[in-house]
């Protein structure tokens, strides 16, 4: 795609060239990171002396923040949280009320199977409406009752819901896709998903692919590096993408199933909030080593700066998906967003100054390659659900996703099982969608997708469901349509280099690490609730020198009886 020189820079032009100059450089120095080695590893009763401060409020922060407490021993009142916004939870989000309407940016898709640190952590969390029971029985517990299997994952443009059993792929797609399960990661160094498969354009018309882009968001300029890991790592689910029986639901939107009982857990702890305070800068001591020093904050709008001492230590979320939002509603289009992300201009200023802290520029560099849109529909009664429900088999909750793969918007929607808010009222039910071509004119509403009210956004879904004839009727029940404009929720995914991402603890650091899904964890995959997990304990236990194991990447992909269902799976 032609890149738009209006999105090149995230911060100071100059700021963004060195942060690339330092990446490249980033594995020619030598020597082994040096880890502050505040606990004696083989006694964790004793409690750190120092204090901890997060960078964003996102999950890794809060996730962080329990391993300090849980297995460092670490005093909740010594654990600062830094926040831009009002509320914590980063991308796990999800909020409104009856009268104005609910709204979700996204959906997290969990997953039983692969999330290994996610579930081991949250089984230490209390759940908020189950007595005695932890977070993690509480969503496994709600699962199983509401299990999934979608029996309409891709409609097209006739309205019929197509048969996705076989994958619909050619013997030389077969030969490509394996090829590069196979491909060593350092031979991919910035390639597409579509220069990969340049002889092969059938691929993307595949049912596999409508399913696998829409499912996790990749777009055919998305990195091969995330695709290959995407396909080692939910080797599982690419043998039920037909159905998404692999997709574990919360209770409840993310927000309120998995931020709420951890915020809660952590205020009992004592763990300082700090909303509205964005750190805007990190000074680091001079030298080889990388010491952070000094916070520059913009708290409530007045500006401070904080000292570390000797034994305290920084852990910054250098970039989150959802910075720049915004959000329209039944009749304005999402307004137009600031191309200036908290946390990504905070890593573009850290990333000039030490080598080794990665470079923001490929991720942040064009949003038009990066954004989608995503609307949340609440209504009076169930009329438009139960439309649905008859329409395509599934009741709310059990269908996952569903596709209109003619869609020039390439629009999709999901029915969460109702309520999915704890506010929401017995007589209103809501359902969510997004589409990945926000700059593409509609099939019906003749309008850019990104341009659209809420009440056009539900006008073109309808007419994709061939219901337009009660289009009256259902609109007569409508509280709020909120479309939500998303600059960068998929960047994570942009064409990249290996050094690209900073490792989660630097080599060289002593008391910063970095947490997000722009860092580099091998074998994960990033836009997962585990990745943020895993990163948040990866840099507690290396900075405090805890001597736990933290749970590995399940090898699936090297399981005989997974890859022959795959193989299977590839010729259905």
């Not at 594995?27 to 990171?33: A, H, L, Q």
């Not at 407490?69 to 600062?80: A, V, W, Y």
């Not at 160094?189 to 993307?204: K, L, N, R, V, Y």
């Not at 692919?209 to 499912?215: G, I, K």
């Given at each position: 795609m032609e890149k738009s020189n209006m999105m090149k820079l995230l911060a100071l032009g100059a700021a963004a060239t060195a942060a690339g100059v330092a990446a490249k450089t980033?594995?020619?120095?030598?020597?082994?990171?040096?880890?502050?080695?505040r606990m004696d590893s083989k006694n964790n009763s004793v409690i750190p002396n120092g204090k901890a401060y997060f960078v964003g409020g996102g999950l890794g922060s809060l996730a962080g923040a329990t391993y300090l407490?849980?297995?460092?021993?670490?005093?909740?009142?010594?654990?600062?949280i830094f926040e831009g916004m009002p509320i914590f939870g980063g991308?796990?989000?999800g909020t409104g009320t009856p009268e104005k309407g609910f709204v979700c940016r996204g959906g997290r898709m969990l997953n039983e199977e692969t999330y290994e640190n996610f579930w081991e952590l949250f089984r230490s969390i209390p759940s908020l409406s189950k007595p005695g029971r932890s977070v993690t029985e509480e969503i496994l517990d709600f699962d199983h009752a509401h299990p999934t299997s979608a029996k309409a994952r891709l409609i097209d443009k006739d309205g019929?819901?197509?048969d996705v059993k076989s994958m619909g792929f050619n013997q030389k797609e077969r030969m490509a896709l394996l090829k590069l399960m196979n491909t060593p990661e350092e031979k991919l160094?910035?390639?597409?998903?579509?220069?990969?498969?340049?002889?092969?354009?059938?691929?993307?018309t595949t049912n596999f692919?409508?399913?696998?882009?829409?499912?996790f968001a990749f777009q055919k300029w998305s990195s091969l590096f995330e695709f290959r890991r995407y396909m080692r790592r939910m080797i599982l689910e690419f043998s039920r993408i037909n159905t998404l029986e692999g997709v574990t639901r919360t209770p409840l939107n993310q927000y309120d199933s998995v931020i709420r009982p951890l915020e809660t857990y952590l205020r009992k702890e004592g763990v300082i909030f700090a909303e509205n305070c964005t750190v805007t800068d990190i000074d680091f001591a001079e030298g080889d080593e990388i010491t952070a020093k000094v916070l520059h904050l913009t708290d409530h709008g007045v500006t401070r700066m904080l000292e570390l001492e000797d034994d305290d230590i920084c852990i910054m979320t250098n970039a989150c998906m959802t910075d720049s939002a915004t959000l329209g509603d039944l009749h304005t289009p999402a307004p137009a967003p600031d191309l200036r992300p908290i946390s990504g201009e905070l890593w573009s200023k850290v990333a000039v100054k030490k080598q080794g802290l990665g470079n923001p520029y490929p991720f942040f560099g064009d949003a038009s390659e990066t954004n989608w849109l995503s609307f949340t529909v609440t209504s009076k009664g169930n009329k438009l659900l139960k439309l649905i429900e008859d329409y395509s088999g599934n009741v709310p909750g059990s269908g996952a996703l569903m596709t209109f793969k003619d869609s020039n918007w390439l629009m999709s929607i999901v029915v969460a099982a109702q309520p999915h808010f704890p506010n929401q009222p017995m007589d209103q039910t809501i359902f969510w969608g997004y589409g990945l071509y926000t700059d593409k004119i509609g099939d019906y509403i003749k309008k850019p997708m990104k341009d659209c009210t809420g009440e056009e956004l539900l006008t073109e879904l309808l007419c994709h469901l061939h219901m337009e004839e009660r289009k009256d009727e259902i609109m007569a029940d409508v509280v709020n349509v909120i479309p939500c404009m998303m600059p960068y929720v998929d960047a994570q995914f942009q064409p990249r280099k290996m050094v690209d991402r900073p490792e989660v603890v630097p080599a060289g650091s002593t008391n910063f690490a970095m947490i997000s899904q722009f860092v580099e964890i091998p074998d994960d995959m990033v836009f997962t609730e585990e990745y943020s997990v895993r990163a948040a304990r990866i840099a507690v236990y290396t900075l405090m020198g805890i001597n736990k194991k933290i749970c590995p990447v399940t090898?699936?992909?090297?399981?005989?009886?997974?890859?022959?269902?795959?193989?299977q799976t590839s010729y259905r």
């Open positions: 980033l594995y020619e120095r030598t020597g082994k990171s040096k880890k502050a080695k407490i849980r297995d460092c021993k670490m005093p909740g009142n010594q654990i600062t991308s796990n989000d019929t819901i197509l160094d910035d390639m597409t998903i579509e220069e990969w498969f340049a002889d092969t354009p059938h691929f993307f692919w409508y399913m696998w882009q829409t499912t090898p699936y992909v090297k399981d005989p009886k997974v890859l022959v269902k795959a193989v």
